[in-house]
């Protein structure tokens, strides 16, 4: 794809379920970014990979959020137990280089949990 | 704490007219700054990035100043037109390791005919 891609794109969850989100990113591109983006707020960092390998998940606000990238492709990102607070757009976003300047933002997963 | 603050949070302007957003960052170790233009129900998009040495940088009607004394940017909109209403996010990068981003809150700019 053109771009990098993100499902679903809406999701509603009841207080305590798991959800998964998805990203597609561009392909070829190494780096790729998860940021969580509060109503009126700008976004703020989860975690980010290098291929494969999680190298920063400083920003998972608790243990009940989970990334992976099993194949330094496609990443998902699981909530486990949703609660309220976690109600927010989920972007994720990829950069082509280890440290590049330039990231290419998919268009988020809004969760909004009842 | 690195932290990025924006103002105005919220500017109306009618078509055609100029305006000036603002962004003071407290952010170590810098690299770069950036501005980034969201629609909404859109994921941002890059607009200008300026490294530490870079004072101005421009795309079509967009020109980003940056002063990394003062720890200062603004993003100057000339002649402002319908698709212009956004929010427009500041954020700035830090150095070594993978160039993490601190974004502001944003200003939200709503431009009337």
């Known amino acids: 794809g053109a771009g990098v891609s993100q499902s679903p794109r809406y999701k509603v969850a009841k207080r305590g379920q798991d959800v998964a989100l998805r990203c597609d990113p561009i392909?070829?591109?190494?780096?790729l970014f998860w940021y969580q983006q509060a109503l009126g707020q700008g976004p703020e960092f989860l975690t980010y990979?290098?291929?494969?390998?999680?190298?920063?998940k400083s920003g998972l606000p608790s243990d009940r959020f989970f990334a992976e990238r099993p194949e330094g492709s496609v990443s998902t990102l699981k909530i486990q137990r949703t609660q309220q607070e976690d109600s927010a757009v989920y972007l994720c976003?990829?950069?082509?280089?280890?440290?590049?300047?330039?990231?290419?933002f998919g268009p988020g997963t809004r969760l909004t949990v009842t | 704490k690195n932290q990025v603050e924006q103002s105005p949070q919220s500017l109306i302007i009618l078509e055609g007219k100029n305006c000036t957003l603002q962004?003071?960052?407290?952010?170590?170790?810098?690299?770069?700054l950036r501005w980034y233009k969201q629609d909404t129900g859109r994921g941002p998009v890059s607009l200008t990035i300026?490294?530490?040495?870079?004072n101005t940088k421009s795309n079509g009607r967009y020109t980003a100043t940056l002063d990394a004394d003062t720890k200062q940017s603004s993003l100057h909109i000339t002649a402002s037109q319908l698709s212009d209403s956004a929010s427009y996010i500041c954020?700035?990068?830090?150095?070594?390791?993978?160039?993490?981003?601190?974004f502001g809150a944003g200003t939200r700019l709503a431009v009337h005919p």
């Open positions: 976003a990829s950069s082509l280089e280890l440290a590049g300047y330039e990231q290419y």
């Open positions: 962004c003071n960052y407290t952010v170590s170790p810098f690299s770069n």
């Open positions: 300026m490294t530490f040495s870079e």
């Open positions: 392909s070829g591109h190494v780096s």
């Open positions: 954020v700035a990068g830090l150095s070594g390791g993978y160039n993490k981003l601190i």
């Open positions: 990979f290098q291929n494969e390998a999680q190298l920063d």
